[in-house]
């Protein structure tokens, strides 16, 4: 059964960090390329950032190239997105997907909020 379970958000204030976690497992993690996405209040979930099964980055986000990366390690089954320099406008909850998995699933997301 596949599962994507993510972690890591919190409240922080402007300017802090955060590194999220999506923890995979139920499908091969190695052959999917993986991506992070957002969805805030009020509007639709958009594409943060992806990374291909080797770790190849082929998408960042404008509203976030420089603060933000993806990574990921195939032998954990995780993929991760750092997020420094982080603003307000970054508040959101933050899901991960597999891209291609038959079935489309999500995980829960977790909840970043930046404010003083």
């Known amino acids: 059964q596949v599962q994507l379970v993510e972690s890591g958000g919190g409240l922080v204030q402007p300017g802090g960090s955060l590194r999220l976690s999506c923890a995979a497992s139920g499908f091969t993690f190695s052959r999917y390329a993986m991506s992070w996405y957002r969805q805030a209040p009020g509007k639709e979930r958009e594409l943060v950032a992806r990374?291909?099964?080797?770790?190849?980055?082929?998408h960042i986000a404008v509203a976030v190239k420089g603060r933000f990366t993806i990574s990921r390690d195939n032998a954990k089954n995780t993929v991760y997105l750092q997020m420094n320099s982080l603003k307000p406008e970054d508040t959101a909850v933050y899901y991960c997907?597999?891209?291609?998995?038959?079935?489309?699933?999500w995980g829960q997301g977790t909840q970043v909020t930046v404010s003083a």
């Open positions: 997907n597999a891209l291609g998995l038959p079935g489309g699933y």
């Open positions: 990374i291909t099964s080797p770790g190849i980055i082929t």
